[in-house]
């Protein structure tokens, strides 16, 4: 059965689709007929591009940011006009990151020179999210190019740095192909995503089936559960590659490879059990770091929720989601935090810039972050 995850700024407009099928892009000839004009949200990228200088642009500048748009991405209202705001701010910061390279189009996290990136300027820690995100691009090309460049844009072969970061991008493509119907697309490219999903099997995976990943490699360093050489078991990884494992059987399926699909679904049971059994604080009742030495790290952490993403908890281990609400746990004046407040390692091991221990995610600058405890307390 076909799930689909929605990011959570355009859960809205993504609902209007069903209700308005081929309705949402005021393109061409759908304008006359559209239920939302475009022309009525042209007013926002106007004041986006006054707020800055812009000192940087690639494929897109801020010049051409509204014809782009407008061809783009789907419409979106609602009655609070800074929620309205958000959504189209996000598509217009989206834009800003797509760039052009010699294998096609690129996606970058920065929009400045990062030393640790690959080519291009491009760091795999994001793949998924810009995949999920652009997914809903009128124009399929932005992230099936982006695919395509970072597993075959090496002389045909993945990008040096692919394994940077963890990742969720076969579940992502799945994601995408839901609502661009490019089967073809999708089935050429299994070879490159199996063998991906082995090469994270050879190089993370330990001798109980659970996947292990230091925190900077999962984008989130200088965590209270984790560090920068630690090999724990994370919810992050084994939830990625659980959803990898789910996808690459339905996308094997979709190629008539049942022999295939069948494996990885074995695979994608096997890891939910493992999650389940292994990474389920049951005194806690939260998903938690285990540490690579032994033993849960004892520490809420946002990254407890993110197997709910790929629909792996049981209904009863929704008694975690109380946590956002409780001043003690997530919920803080400008945010949830990334920790739990109420853990004594709370704001303790911030360094170079980076903080996840429980700061909020917004504010990573020291300086910023110090003004921040100010509100966490």
């Known amino acids: 059965m076909k799930r689909i995850v929605f990011s959570y700024s355009i859960v809205v407009a993504v609902s209007l689709a069903g209700l308005f099928q081929g309705n949402l892009y005021a393109t061409g000839k759908q304008k006359d007929k559209s239920i939302l004009k475009v022309d009525d949200f042209k007013h926002f990228v106007d004041y986006f591009n006054r707020m800055e200088d812009e000192n940087l642009s690639f494929a897109i500048p801020n010049a051409e940011a509204w014809d782009w748009m407008k061809a783009n991405i789907p419409l979106f209202e609602c009655p609070q006009d800074n929620f309205e705001e958000i959504y189209y701010y996000r598509w217009w910061t989206y834009r800003k990151h797509i760039k052009e390279t010699p294998e096609g189009w ?11 990136a690959d080519k291009y300027n491009l760091i795999a ?26 597993y075959r844009g090496n002389e045909g072969k993945p990008m040096n740095k692919l394994h940077k970061f963890s ?17 073809d697309y999708l089935v050429d490219m299994l070879p490159d995503l199996t063998a991906d999903y082995k090469r994270w099997e050879e190089e993370r995976r330990n001798e109980n089936g659970l996947f292990w990943q230091n925190d900077v490699k999962d984008g989130m360093e200088e965590q209270i559960s984790g560090g920068r050489h630690e090999r724990n078991e994370r919810p992050t990884i084994n939830s990625y590659m659980f959803g990898n494992a789910e996808a690459l059987a339905e996308i094997a399926e979709l190629d008539g490879d049942q022999a295939t699909s069948k494996l990885y679904a074995a695979k994608a049971d096997t890891l939910k059990e493992l999650i389940d059994a292994n990474l389920w604080d049951p005194e806690d009742q939260f998903f938690e770091t285990v540490k690579e030495k032994g033993g849960f790290a004892k520490v809420r952490e946002q990254i407890g929720f993110i197997p709910w993403y790929f629909n792996i908890p049981t209904a009863e281990q ?3 989601w109380k946590q956002i609400n409780d001043n003690n746990g997530f919920s803080a004046p400008f945010g949830l935090t990334t920790a739990e407040r109420r853990h004594p390692d709370f704001r303790s091991h911030g ?23 100010e509100f966490a307390e």
């Open 106 to 116: 690129g996606i970058t996290e920065f929009l400045v020179d990062r030393p640790y």
């Open 125 to 150: 820690c994001a793949i998924g999210h810009h995949i999920m995100e652009g997914r809903w691009l009128h124009n399929p090309e932005y992230i099936q190019q982006y695919a395509h460049v970072w």
């Open 167 to 183: 990742s969720w991008t076969p579940y992502a493509m799945l994601q995408a192909y839901y609502v661009n119907s490019d089967k």
């Open 318 to 320: 929704s008694v975690a």
């Open 351 to 373: 360094c170079c810039k980076c903080e996840w221990d429980g700061a909020n995610l917004a504010i990573r600058n020291r300086s910023n972050v110090d003004r921040i405890g």
